[in-house]
């Protein structure tokens, strides 16, 4: 019994219709989809909603809900970002006024957005390769441990802004950051300090008890593994997070890639259960 939660049509930087994505999921097996489209944002960003965009998404996303009731579960949600205040000054009050104020059922809540580039923006760390290599020697001065730590402690913030959110919410591509990380180019993750980073960033999330979700995403990347990979799962495990399996699909056919992959890795660090949405809220149920 799979759900598949993160997943982004043609209303950001995504492919494909919501009920592309419902057929596609029903073909693939699944028990229900869910889409989450990355929610606005107070600045100029090319991968997110605009808010008339939004507006379309929601109530577009709603018909095909409804359309589907009582046969196939259909969810609507957003990837929510987490803007931190000394980045984004006006960004949880414009979350609050134009986001949340809309009947939402579930977020994706996720972190982008690291420091600032040189013009002065909030910058992402997956914008592109090249991207993050000007971040890091322009920004950062060359300390990709700086820049990959300020993640880190942004993750902590994170986890305890999730938890005052009023819907069901399960944290997206927790160690994103490691995306350009292709042969360890960067930094290693066997190093003390990125551990530690780590953990802090994990006993936040327990003490927020919210869910994290494995990230396919990474299976399709260079990188070459899910977010998170296979030692930071088996904390987790450990610390008792709950899991879910997230696509992160940008097109229909994407919307349960890596799933298998998913689940055995789950499996081989101690996890039995998984969490799905049922009756608006995370149900526990078996790992098959």
């Known amino acids: 019994m799979r ?26 097996g699944l028990a229900a989809v869910g ?12 991968w997110t909603m605009t808010l008339e965009r939004f507006r379309e998404y929601v109530a577009d996303a709603r018909v095909v809900q409804e ?24 960004g949880a009050a414009f979350q609050r006024a134009h986001v949340l104020s809309v009947q939402l059922d579930y977020a994706v809540v996720s972190l982008h957005f690291v420091g600032r580039d040189s013009e002065g923006q909030p910058w992402a760390v997956d914008e592109s390769a090249e991207s993050f290599a000007q971040q890091v020697d322009v920004v950062y001065g060359g300390n990709v441990r700086r820049l990959v730590e300020d993640y880190y402690r942004l993750m902590e913030h994170l986890a305890a802004w999730a938890q005052g959110l009023r819907i069901p919410v399960v944290v ?8 350009w990380n292709v042969g360890e180019r960067y930094f290693r993750e066997a190093e003390s300090w990125y551990q530690e980073a780590v953990e802090r960033a994990l006993l936040a999330i327990r003490r927020a008890e919210i869910p994290i979700e494995v990230n396919t995403a990474g299976l399709r990347r260079p990188i070459g593994a899910p977010y998170p990979g ?12 709950p899991v879910t399996i997230g696509a992160d699909a940008h097109q229909p056919a994407d919307v349960a ?32």
């Open 3 to 28: 759900g598949s939660y993160h997943n982004h049509p043609g209303y950001c930087d995504g492919s494909g219709t919501v009920e592309e994505f419902v057929a596609a999921a029903q073909a693939a």
């Open 35 to 46: 889409v989450s489209s990355h929610a606005p944002v107070p600045f100029t960003c090319s």
């Open 67 to 90: 359309r589907w009731r009582g046969s196939y579960p259909v969810w609507v949600g957003v990837e929510l970002d987490y803007l931190d205040a000394e980045l984004v000054p006006d």
């Open 172 to 179: 997206g591509h927790l160690d994103k950051v490691k995306q």
């Open 230 to 241: 296979e030692w930071i799962l088996r904390r987790c495990w450990e610390l008792g997070i």
């Open 257 to 288: 890639a890596g799933f298998e992959e998913a689940s055995q890795l789950l499996r081989s660090v101690g996890y039995e259960k998984f969490l799905v949405l049922e009756q608006g809220r995370w149900q526990t149920v078996p790992l098959r």
